[in-house]
C-alpha cells in the first residue's frame, strides 16, 4: 500500500510517499526559514500562502523522484492539526481535492503522533511488524519542538497518555528566543547549540527548572531570563556568548533528562524515543544516551531529517490508520488545537 504523506502545519511543507512494503520512497521538505526570518517568527498568513505555492510543485517532484505517478496511490495522508488554521487548511484541500478525484481514501493525522511513531518508521524491523499487525513494544517519547515539549506515554498506536508538558516555552522556542536576545538570527536553536560547542562548561550556572518538585511538566521561561541578564551584565564577547549558550544548553539537556528519567520511572517503560527538532540536539542525544545505558533503557532517536517537520512522518502514521481502516469523510476539517488523547486506537495484537 503505498500513501502520499502532506505536511503543512507550520513553516515546512513536507511530501513523502510511504509503501508498507519498501518503505520510505522519496520524500521532500521545503522550509519557509528565509520567509519569515526577517520578522524574527512565522507570519501565519505569509505561511499560509507559501504553502499554497509549494505543495502541489512539492507532490508532483515526490512522485517523479520515486519513479511513481497519482494512479499508484492508495491514500492521501494529511496534517490536520494541530498547528497553523490557515497552513493547515492548505494541506486539507489538496489532500482531500487529491484523494477524491483519484477514488482514494483521506486520511486526518494528528502531527504529534507523526513525531511519535516516526522513530519506528526507521526501524525495519519495527516497521515489518507493525504492518504486520503486531504492537509495538510499549514506549515514552519524549517531542521537543519548537511549538511542543511533551513527554508522552504510548501504550500503542493511538493509545497515547499526556505524561507532562510544558506550562510556557517550548524547549525549541527557548532555544530560538534564547538566539535571539544575544544578537543570533532567527531560528537560533541550531546556531546556539553550535556555539555552545566552543563554550566551556560551569562558567554561568543556570536553573534546572521544575526538577526540585515532583512532577512531569516543563518550565522554560525562566531559563530565557536567566540568560537575558546573563548576558546584558557581561562583557558580551564571542567568548562569554559561547560560555553562556553552553551553560542554557546544559540546564535544558539536564532538565529534559531528569523528566525523562522519572518517565520511565512513571511508566515502568524500557525504552525511550525522542522528536522534534530539538532531537537533532547533539548533547542531548549524548545525555539521553548515557542515561539509558545506566537504566538498562533503550533510546532512539529517528534521523535529524524524520527529527524535524516533515512529510515522511504524516505518510506512516496515515498508512497504519488506513490498513486499520481508517479515514477521513469528503470533509476538509482541520484541528488547530488537538488533544492527542482523543485519537482511536489502533487494534494491532500484541507483540
Ligand atoms: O520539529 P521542528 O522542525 O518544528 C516544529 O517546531 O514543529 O522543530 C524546530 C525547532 C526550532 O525551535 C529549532 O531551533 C530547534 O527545533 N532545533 C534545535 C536544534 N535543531 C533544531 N534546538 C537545539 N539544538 C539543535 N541542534
Ligand atoms: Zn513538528
Known amino acids: 500500500m503505498k500513501v502520499l504523506g502532506i505536511e503543512t502545519s507550520c513553516d515546512e511543507t513536507g511530501v513523502a510517499v ?15 526559514i528565509a520567509l519569515h526570518a526577517q520578522y524574527g517568527g512565522v507570519v501565519p498568513e505569509l505561511a499560509s500562502r507559501d504553502h499554497v505555492r509549494k505543495t502541489l510543485p512539492l507532490i508532483r517532484q515526490t512522485l517523479a523522484e520515486a519513479g511513481l505517478s497519482t494512479a499508484d ?20 484541500g489538496v489532500a482531500r ?16 503522533e507523526g513525531h511519535l511513531l516516526a522513530p519506528l518508521m526507521d526501524d525495519a524491523e519495527q516497521r515489518a511488524a507493525l504492518h504486520a499487525g503486531h504492537a509495538p513494544e510499549p514506549f515514552v517519547a519524549l517531542l521537543v519542538s519548537g511549538g511542543h515539549t511533551q513527554l508522552v ?120 524515543v525522542v522528536s522534534g527538532g530539538v532531537g537533532a540536539n547533539r548533547r542531548l542525544r549524548e545525555k539521553l544516551h548515557q542515561l539509558a545505558a545506566q537504566r538498562g533503557a533503550i533510546v532512539g532517536f529517528p534521523p535529524p531529517v524524520l527529527c524535524t517537520d516533515n512529510g515522511a512522518m504524516i505518510a506512516f502514521a496515515g498508512a497504519l490508520r488506513l490498513q486499520a481502516g481508517q479515514h477521513a469523510d469528503l470533509g476538509v476539517h ?6 492527542m488523547s482523543t485519537l482511536p486506537a489502533v487494534e494491532l495484537a500484541t507483540a
Open 153 to 272: 506515554g504510548v501504550d500503542g498506536v493511538g493509545r497515547y497518555r499526556l505524561l507532562g508538558e510544558t506550562l510556557d516555552d517550548a524547549a525549541g522556542e527557548a532555544f530560538d528566543k534564547t538566539a535571539k536576545l544575544m544578537g543570533l538570527p532567527y531560528p537560533g536553536g541550531p546556531q546556539l547549540a553550535a556555539i555552545a560547542e566552543q563554550g566551556r562548561p560551569g562558567v554561568f550556572k543556570f536553573a534546572r527548572p521544575m526538577t526540585d518538585r515532583p512532577g512531569l511538566d516543563f518550565s522554560f521561561s525562566g531559563l530565557k531570563t536567566q540568560v537575558l541578564l546573563a548576558w546584558r551584565d557581561s562583557d558580551q564577547t564571542d567568548a562569554t556568548r559561547a560560555d553562556i549558550a553552553r551553560a542554557f544548553e546544559d540546564a535544558v539537556v539536564d532538565t529534559l533528562a531528569i523528566k525523562c528519567a522519572r518517565a520511565l520511572d512513571a511508566t515502568g517503560f524500557r525504552r525511550l
Open 18 to 32: 510511504y509503501d508498507t512494503v519498501d518503505g520510505l520512497g522519496a520524500h521532500a521538505v521545503y522550509s519557509q
Open 334 to 339: 482541520v484541528t488547530p488545537r488537538w488533544d
Open 73 to 92: 496511490i492508495d491514500g492521501v495522508a494529511y496534517t490536520a492539526g494541530p498547528g497553523l488554521v490557515g497552513a493547515l487548511l492548505v494541506g486539507a
Open 97 to 112: 481535492a487529491l484523494a477524491w478525484s483519484l477514488d482514494v481514501p483521506a486520511i486526518a493525522v494528528h502531527h504529534m
